[in-house]
């Protein structure tokens, strides 16, 4: 079966641009995360949806930051007024359950705002 | 809340070599610990976990031990190989997160 696939797998926005992130999990996972990976760093926790509900959005940096789900399955992550420290690579899991701990991670999308 | 400690990279070993990567952590409770492996240009893969104190993960030549008593998940692996080359995040779970370490740069060479 497919994994979990995020697109584009890379963008340059100019600073100031809107930017959308998409996140297609696996079939049937009812949580998925979002994290942001800055150069060099671990992955960092930005927010947290099971099915529709987002649960927990405490690591989104800023209110640019927004993330949807609303039919539970595929996530947007929109980026707006995009600044240089947004730049990073923002990955995308998912995971079979709300109990289930292992998460499964997609490529990633690597941003870089000139 | 939960946090993980791993020692700073590059690592460099030759072919065969013997690995080890240290990963402490601070824990309420006994969570679940991963390694999860990087690729260049790959997103996270799962490498290994273990559910409780004592147990013992393993994968691909791979091991890790969940130690309770020195609060540790050291990466193992008894002759790594040029392919081994990547980047290595240990883990663990707190209020439905991963939290991470840092990430330990593994480099082999011939």
């Known amino acids: 079966g497919a994994g979990v696939s995020q697109s584009p797998r890379y963008k340059v926005a100019k600073r100031g641009q809107d930017v959308a992130l998409r996140c297609d999990p696996i079939s049937g996972h009812v949580s998925l995360f979002w994290y942001q990976q800055a150069l060099g760093q671990g992955p960092e926790f930005l927010t947290y949806?099971?099915?529709?509900?987002?649960?927990?959005k405490s690591g989104l940096p800023s209110d640019r930051f927004f993330a949807e789900r609303p039919e539970g399955s595929v996530s947007t992550l929109k980026i707006q007024r995009t600044q240089q420290e947004d730049s990073a690579v923002y990955l995308c899991?998912?995971?079979?359950?709300?109990?289930?701990?292992?998460?499964?991670f997609g490529p990633g999308t690597r941003l870089l705002v000139l | 809340g939960n946090s993980v400690t791993q020692m700073e990279g590059p690592v460099t070993l030759s072919e065969e070599a013997f690995l080890t990567i240290n990963c402490t952590y601070t824990a309420t409770g006994y969570p679940s610990l991963f390694w999860y492996v990087q690729y260049p240009g790959e997103g996270l893969q799962l490498l290994l976990k273990?559910?409780?104190?004592?147990d013992k993960g393993s994968n691909k030549g791979f091991e890790a031990t969940y130690r309770k008593e020195t609060t540790s998940f050291h990466l193992e692996k008894g002759s790594v190989q040029v392919s081994d080359s990547a980047v290595y995040f240990c883990?663990?779970?707190?209020?439905?997160?991963?939290?991470f370490g840092t990430g330990t740069r593994l480099l082999v060479s011939p």
């Open positions: 273990a559910t409780k104190a004592d």
């Open positions: 899991a998912s995971s079979p359950s709300r109990t289930q701990e292992t998460q499964y």
């Open positions: 949806f099971q099915n529709e509900a987002q649960l927990d």
């Open positions: 883990a663990l779970p707190w209020v439905q997160k991963l939290v």
